[in-house]
């Protein structure tokens, strides 16, 4: 898998490059390993501006002004949070794109609404488009939060 990460990275990058665009992570579940698959190809200070890794509640309200009022409504893990995580990650950057990761891991915390390998992604664009999916993947902790840096960083090709 981590062959795989790697190449999606390398991909995405030379696109990037090519376009002159950069992007920014907003991370929960996966807790920087998406940040960590694209910075390691080299030269992806080029493409990559930043990468926020925000686990607690607090930290995403803190580091990318997500409402405490979402997360009361919805929850951490929702399409709601994703979403406005990408959104504060491209408030707070410079970058063209961002994407955004919340999920449950596991092997604990979840709910028979919220199973153990729910993950919500949101990608955003500074022109105002974004999408947001919810995945139910299987695995242990670590295959969950692998498949979720695959989808998250294959996302990115979204927009362009």
């Not at 190449?7 to 929960?28: H, M, N, P, V």
């Not at 309200?61 to 491209?90: C, D, F, H, N, R």
């Not at 974004?130 to 692998?146: D, E, L, M, P, S």
Request: proline share 3%; hydrophobic share 45%; net charge positive.
């Amino acid at each position: 898998m981590e062959s795989e990460l790697f190449k999606l990275a390398e991909q995405l990058g030379r696109l990037l490059k090519e376009k002159g665009k950069t992007i920014a992570t907003a991370e929960s579940c996966t807790g920087g390993w998406i940040a960590q698959t694209i910075t390691e190809v080299p030269g992806s200070s080029v493409w990559f501006d930043r990468g926020f890794v925000t686990y607690s509640n607090t930290a995403k309200v803190q580091m990318l002004a997500v409402s405490p009022q979402t997360l009361e409504k919805y929850g951490a893990v929702s399409a709601e949070i994703a979403t406005e995580m990408a959104a504060g990650a491209l408030a707070y950057s410079d970058a063209d794109v961002a994407v955004a990761v919340t999920g449950i891991a596991g092997p604990d915390g979840g709910t028979p609404e919220k199973p153990v390998g729910i993950v919500f992604i949101a990608w955003a664009h500074k022109n105002g488009a974004a999408k947001v999916v919810r995945k139910q993947f299987t695995g242990n902790r670590r295959q969950i939060r692998a498949q979720t840096v695959k989808s998250a960083v294959e996302g990115m090709w979204l927009f362009y």
